[in-house]
């Protein structure tokens, strides 16, 4: 835990300095799970807002200030779901989809205004982007969980409210797709 | 956070994957929040607080509005009932007489024929 029960509690209770107190604390890890959730950094904050949004308004259903983590990593992955979808829905009505952050690695690429380990580190993403991208959303926020972020199984049972074995599972068939994507990737380039 | 309970997947593919995950958790780094970042977050709670008033508030009025309508509805519909009575002032024994005054006529009327 980042912070003490007791500021949660506070901030349960409708403090509103407690509350900025938690979203400080919560605030930098938030945003880099999202960032590697979507995978877009110009649209990082606008999410994380959400996060913390549905957060303030749904703080007083939390039964205990102990389960406050895996509450907050569940509205992460609703949020980052729902950016997700709606990302789908729109890209599949435009033609080219570059992120920001894309078109500006190309620009400095371009304008040789990027070091070598930018360049690699860009490359890396777009690879995995590129791969994510191909299954579904589901199978995309579970493994940058696991994998990525690495968040062990008793916390993604409690972030998805699913038993160990369903968990399994479920990673079991999203390392397959995933696999599957990795090695079509593979015989494309 | 243990990256310990992973299952095992055949063939060297999977390796690289394993790989990758790792290279892709180092190539993104947690980022840094710009300083609209809390400004932005409280005029966004502001926003949903004055959405969820007014919402209530139409409510609210549309509810008044109902009620309104149906005391109006009520205040016309009593005093048109009240002309009309209900009930008979006569006793049951005449209203039943009054229902079957013609019976008896019948009865005289087919006696006659034969």
């Avoid at chain 1, 007791?6 to 349960?12: H, K, P, V, Y």
């Avoid at chain 1, 299954?135 to 409210?161: A, F, N, Q, W």
């Avoid at chain 2, 243990?2 to 180092?26: C, F, H, I, T, V």
């Avoid at chain 2, 980022?31 to 409510?59: D, Y």
Wanted: glycine share 4%; charged share 30%; hydrophobic share 40%.
């Amino acid at each position: 835990m980042l912070v003490d029960f007791a500021l949660i509690e506070r901030a349960r209770s409708g403090d509103d300095s407690a509350f900025s107190q938690v979203v400080q604390a919560y605030k930098k890890r938030i945003l880099g799970t999202i960032a590697r959730l979507i995978g877009r950094p110009e649209d990082v904050e606008d999410v994380g807002q959400e996060v913390f949004l549905r957060l303030y308004y749904s703080l007083e259903q939390l039964r205990t200030a102990e389960v406050f983590e895996p509450w907050l990593y569940r509205l992460t992955v609703n949020a980052a779901y729902d950016y997700l979808r709606r990302q789908r829905r729109r890209r599949e009505s435009r033609m080219s989809d570059l992120s920001e952050q894309q078109v500006m690695m190309a620009d400095a690429a371009a304008g040789g205004k990027l070091s070598e380990e930018e360049q690699r580190r860009g490359k890396v993403r777009e690879h995995v982007q590129a791969l994510l991208e191909k299954v579904s959303e589901e199978d995309r926020i579970l493994l940058t969980l696991k994998e990525v972020e690495g968040l062990s199984l008793k916390e993604l049972e409690k972030i998805y409210g699913v038993n160990e074995n369903a968990l399994k599972v479920r990673l079991f068939r999203a390392r397959q797709r995933v696999l599957k994507a990795h090695e079509l990737q593979a015989e494309q380039l | 956070m243990d990256r310990m309970n992973r299952q095992p997947l055949p063939g060297n593919e999977a390796d690289k994957l394993e790989s990758l995950w790792a290279k892709y958790r180092e190539a993104c780094p947690d980022p840094e929040s710009s300083a609209n970042f809390m400004p932005l977050l409280w005029q966004k709670i502001e926003a949903r607080r004055v959405e969820t008033t007014s919402v209530f508030r139409h409510m609210a009025q549309a509810w008044a509005v109902a009620a309104l309508a149906l005391t109006l509805i009520i205040a016309v519909l009593i005093p048109r009932l009240q002309k009309e009575p209900i009930y008979s002032a006569n006793t049951y024994v005449e209203v039943l007489d009054e229902a079957h005054a013609n019976d008896a006529v019948d009865l005289l009327a087919g006696g006659e024929v034969e």
